[in-house]
DNA sequence: ATGAAAGCGCTAACAG
DNA sequence: CTGTTAGCGCTTTCAT
């Protein structure tokens, strides 16, 4: 039905081995029967079956990756940047979604298998590392991202989330907020406990104390959820000046039941967020938060797979297993925009107005 | 190096004819060698090449989708239902992003040719159907979302973008409004021009006269364009009380534009964007928009590749070239949330504020 | 009810 | 410099 490379060599006249070399320039052809082959090519529209590759124990050229969702922003611009690096390289992607599912991230990882991929970029749900294990043991590699997973040794990619979380909080008192409330993400994730130390961490450093009451562990996640957090941080601690909020959407949630409220940003109370969504730079007002550097993550991520997978080192696959384990830890930046100011003690006429 | 199917029948002592047969249930195998074949699998950890199968003239259970851009909300979402649709087929998605340029576009899609995709669905960027019809030609189904090639005929899954704007400049013109703004895509493509046809359309429809000085191209692409169009478009047509913009990003400039000018929203101006990307439900104002519905168009496209590939009409692949193509048109939802209200000229007191 | 063996499209070792 | 050929892992006839 396709065409083939057998067609190809009939047709420039020339066996299927010459056909192969012209293709991957794997040892010198004369040039007149270069030039047939090439012809004949272009005129039967011949595309190489780049699958064949795999059967002879060779690699795919295919990387998968397993991540909870690219609608979110951040993953789909992170998404984006690893398919465009790889294909430089010759890679492509194949993409699942888990939805947060452990399931789903169970069954995908299974598929990678089946597709052959050659490496993993995972960013994992499950904190159980048995099946990658398994994937790494049959000697490919597997590249965790953002979240680590304890037991189990793999080459990570991941954000220094303590001090994101410490930096912001610490700008906050700078300009000269004392009270600041924190919401805190429903589900204690390794992430999400990094940034509320360091939410802590810069309270005590600054002579602040860290009181609980300050401190709202979200009913639900994102938007609305940061409605409803916000107005019971606010009634339970109605001296805080300034709200720093565990994600962006939430923040965003945050702002809406701040503003509802009949308060200001920030004159009233100044918020943040977390993450670094691309809409914080164009919403009203613009959200002050951290960025989480995606394009760094994606980088050093491909980097990685690229290392695992490239280096004479690795001619032997059982050498990867073996090789020690990198652990790139990547410092987000604060972005100041307009979403906080000095405390200005604006609340009162809010009240009153 | 890693464990095939010979592996395994070694292993349970039976020939590798039964192994397949066991893990494809193609014809019966007695109830121990069943058995011993599926503890082997296990034993041995087992995952089957599922490329292999596409060197029998088979499918790959592979999709190529080639979009734009994965870190746009809209097609993130779209990527995710996707792949969930076919994954539950038992298809994996292989992702490129073209980023607008037809190169990448073209490489793109040399890509998939060599990965054996059993289909392809685009959200095409260029308008030349040259390699497209190649494809399709081989025998790939193609399927286009969003927009169209003229003079090639493929299957299409697009959206009534006409009448989606028509309808949300009708609302605002129900609600009172008689002057009002167009921001237009700066390139004229299929849909853009769809929908300021809607725009005029809506205006004639209620006797209100189309003026050349409202509509205003943007001069770049996005939200920093957004803001200059409005100011421009402000300049020259200071009695507008609404600005229609022809995407969500760009009505996000123009109420920062408008903003800046001291106006109010949607007090003194209203203001509409298109596409409904999620965060256009969280910011504030939260935006009045046309919701692309992007889970039908995903459903829509997967259920044609699904048709092309699975019914038995297509077991020659030659039936999908002469078969009817089929073009399937949404409707978008209009959703009015607080970026517009009647017009209560305030405008005056913003002057002098 | 099961096994043997022929290919699928291509690469690479071997032959000339 | 070029051709022949043995597989890669698996499915699927064809035998038994």
């Given at each position: 039905m396709a065409?083939?490379?057998?067609?190809?060599?009939?047709?420039a006249?020339v066996?299927?081995a010459?056909?192969?070399h012209?293709?991957?320039?794997t040892?010198y052809?004369?040039e007149?029967?270069?030039d047939?082959?090439n012809n004949?090519i272009?005129?039967?529209?011949y595309y190489?079956?780049q699958?064949v590759g795999?059967?002879?124990?060779?690699k795919?050229?295919?990387v998968g990756?397993?991540?909870?969702?690219t609608?979110?922003?951040?993953?789909?611009?992170f998404?984006?940047?690893?398919?465009k690096?790889?294909?430089?390289?010759?890679?492509?992607?194949?993409?699942?979604?888990?939805?947060h599912?452990?399931?789903?991230?169970?069954?995908a990882?299974n598929t990678m298998?089946?597709?052959?991929v050659?490496a993993i970029i995972?960013?994992?749900v499950s904190?159980n590392?048995?099946k990658?294990?398994e994937i790494?043991?049959k000697?490919v590699?597997v590249?965790?991202?953002?979240?680590?997973?304890?037991?189990?040794?793999?080459d990570t990619v991941?954000?220094?989330?303590f001090?994101?979380?410490y930096?912001?909080?610490?700008?906050?008192?700078n300009?000269?907020h004392s009270?600041?409330?924190?919401?805190d993400?429903?589900?204690?994730q390794?992430?999400?406990i990094?940034?509320?130390?360091g939410?802590?961490k810069?309270?005590?450093?600054s002579g602040i104390?860290?009181e609980?009451?300050?401190?709202i562990a979200?009913?639900?996640?994102?938007?609305?959820s940061?409605?409803?957090?916000?107005?019971?941080?606010?009634?339970?601690?109605n001296?805080?000046?300034?709200?720093c909020?565990?994600y962006d959407?939430?923040a965003?949630?945050?702002?809406?039941?701040?503003?509802d409220?009949g308060y200001?940003?920030?004159?009233d109370?100044?918020?943040?967020?977390?993450?670094g969504?691309?809409?914080t730079a164009?919403s009203?007002?613009r959200?002050?938060t951290?960025?989480?550097?995606?394009d760094k993550?994606?980088h050093e991520?491909?980097n990685?797979?690229?290392?695992?997978?490239e280096t004479k080192?690795?001619?032997?696959r059982?050498?990867?297993?073996v090789e020690?384990?990198?652990?790139i830890?990547?410092v987000p930046?604060l972005i100041?925009?307009e979403?906080?100011s000095?405390?200005r003690?604006h609340?009162?006429?809010?009240?009153?107005?």
């Amino acid at each position: 039905m396709a065409v083939t490379i057998k067609d190809v060599a009939n047709e420039a006249g020339v066996s299927i081995a010459t056909v192969s070399h012209v293709i991957n320039k794997t040892r010198y052809v004369g040039e007149e029967l270069t030039d047939r082959v090439n012809n004949a090519i272009k005129k039967l529209d011949y595309y190489p079956n780049q699958l064949v590759g795999s059967l002879r124990n060779k690699k795919t050229h295919t990387v998968g990756l397993v991540l909870p969702s690219t609608s979110n922003e951040t993953f789909g611009l992170f998404t984006e940047i690893i398919q465009k690096i790889l294909f430089k390289f010759g890679y492509n992607l194949i993409i699942c979604n888990t939805s947060h599912d452990i399931v789903l991230e169970e069954e995908a990882f299974n598929t990678m298998l089946m597709k052959k991929v050659d490496a993993i970029i995972a960013v994992p749900v499950s904190s159980n590392g048995q099946k990658l294990r398994e994937i790494q043991d049959k000697g490919v590699p597997v590249i965790l991202v953002d979240r680590v997973i304890e037991g189990f040794e793999a080459d990570t990619v991941r954000v220094d989330n303590f001090k994101g979380t410490y930096d912001i909080v610490k700008y906050l008192i700078n300009i000269g907020h004392s009270s600041i409330g924190y919401i805190d993400r429903k589900v204690a994730q390794s992430h999400s406990i990094d940034q509320r130390m360091g939410y802590k961490k810069a309270l005590e450093d600054s002579g602040i104390p860290y009181e609980e009451m300050k401190v709202i562990a979200s009913s639900g996640y994102d938007y609305e959820s940061g409605i409803d957090s916000v107005k019971a941080l606010l009634n339970r601690a109605n001296n805080i000046t300034a709200v720093c909020a565990y994600y962006d959407i939430t923040a965003f949630g945050a702002m809406r039941g701040i503003l509802d409220m009949g308060y200001h940003i920030p004159d009233d109370i100044s918020v943040v967020g977390y993450d670094g969504m691309p809409f914080t730079a164009v919403s009203y007002p613009r959200l002050t938060t951290v960025i989480t550097p995606v394009d760094k993550l994606a980088h050093e991520a491909c980097n990685l797979v690229i290392k695992r997978l490239e280096t004479k080192y690795n001619q032997d696959r059982n050498k990867i297993k073996v090789e020690k384990k990198e652990d790139i830890i990547i410092v987000p930046e604060l972005i100041i925009r307009e979403s906080t100011s000095s405390p200005r003690n604006h609340k009162l006429y809010a009240f009153h107005e």
